[in-house]
């Protein structure tokens, strides 16, 4: 079984659902709300629990009434919670999205996940220095993903780093991944290039490997060899909601298969999560990913 540390956010998305946005000062009806589980690094460690990964989550959350249902439902799909620390006298994290003639207006409140830190990560540094891969992206502080960055170097342990939401970093951090996930734009902001310069001279600019999502078309890898294609697979998408998330996921649970392997699998894993609705709802399990392989292998 892989084991897997997640470091990141964790968030409750606060979803209304209208015929249209209200113009300022105004009061509308809206048709449904809903409260929905999320946070890059919460979704991105259920996606591979459910994988069947052994994962252990480091995030934080508020003191308010959030905290509870946020993890436990964390605890729910087999995610270790031990080290989500309650923060006192904070919220914990929100997105406030409302939803409107297939358009959405988002609010994002950090919260707690501000206020995660290196001395946090630190104390998951028992369950760091035993796992496979640790699995981490940028919707907490800098200061805390520069840590990880090298207590994963002090105990050997390769970091998987989705840079969402992108930030120029600096290179001698970037040296410290043992792979960066970003989309094309994510790539130039992360090295501070010219987002219109052709993807590939990016990932080969990059002072480490890049594994580049491409949506439909799928992800384009790179270690030392020139970068290579793995075509995506053709299902019927309902809701694209988090199937980034669950690429990542299926990269580090599959990781040790060897690269393109995971490259593959992670491409199956992130098709099958956009056949349902919710950026949880359509996450797979490891059967579900075999079996699209077996369908693709037959065609």
């Given at each position: 079984m892989t084991r897997l540390v997640v470091v990141g956010s964790i968030n409750m998305d606060l979803v209304t659902v209208a015929q249209r946005f209200p113009a300022s000062g105004e009061t509308l009806l809206g048709e449904r709300f809903l409260?929905?589980?999320?946070?890059?690094g919460g979704n991105q460690a259920v996606a591979a629990a459910r994988l069947g990964a052994d994962v252990h989550m480091v995030g934080a959350?508020?003191?308010?009434?959030?905290?509870?249902?946020?993890?436990?439902?964390?605890?729910?799909?087999?995610v270790h919670s031990q080290h989500i620390t309650r923060i006192r006298d904070c919220s914990s994290g929100t997105a406030t999205i409302t939803v409107a003639g297939g358009e959405n207006q988002i609010i994002v409140v950090p919260g707690a996940n501000a206020r995660l830190?290196?001395?946090?990560?630190?104390?998951?540094?028992p369950e760091i220095a035993s796992a496979d891969a640790i699995l981490m992206q940028m919707e907490?502080?800098?200061?805390?993903?520069?840590?990880?960055?090298?207590?994963?170097?002090?105990e050997r342990v390769p970091v998987i780093l989705n840079p969402a939401p992108a930030q120029r970093l600096p290179s001698d951090w970037l040296k410290l991944a043992r792979y960066v996930t970003?989309?094309?734009?994510?790539?130039?902001?992360?090295?501070?290039?010219?987002?219109?310069?052709?993807?590939?001279?990016?990932?080969?600019?990059?002072?480490?490997?890049?594994?580049?999502t491409r949506?439909?078309?799928?992800?384009?890898?790179?270690?030392?060899?020139e970068p290579q294609l793995q075509r995506g697979f053709h299902v019927e998408a309902i809701d694209s909601t988090g199937a980034g998330d669950t690429f990542n996921a299926?990269?580090?649970v599959f990781l040790h298969e060897g690269l393109?392997?995971?490259?593959?699998?992670?491409?199956?894993?992130?098709a099958l999560s956009v056949t349902r609705m919710g950026a949880r709802g359509g996450m797979p399990h490891p059967a579900e990913v075999e079996a699209l392989l077996a369908r693709q292998r037959n065609e």
């Open positions: 409260s929905v589980h999320g946070g890059k959350v508020g003191d308010d009434g959030f905290a509870h249902a946020l993890c436990d439902a964390l605890v729910a799909e087999g830190s290196a001395a946090h990560v630190n104390q998951a540094r907490i502080p800098l200061e805390t993903i520069e840590a990880t960055l090298r207590i994963a170097q002090q970003p989309n094309q734009h994510e790539l130039a902001v992360l090295l501070g290039a010219d987002p219109s310069e052709d993807f590939r001279d990016l990932m080969r600019q990059a002072p480490c490997p890049v594994v580049l949506g439909a078309e799928g992800a384009w890898f790179r270690e030392e060899e299926a990269l580090a393109s392997i995971a490259v593959r699998k992670a491409c199956a894993a992130a």
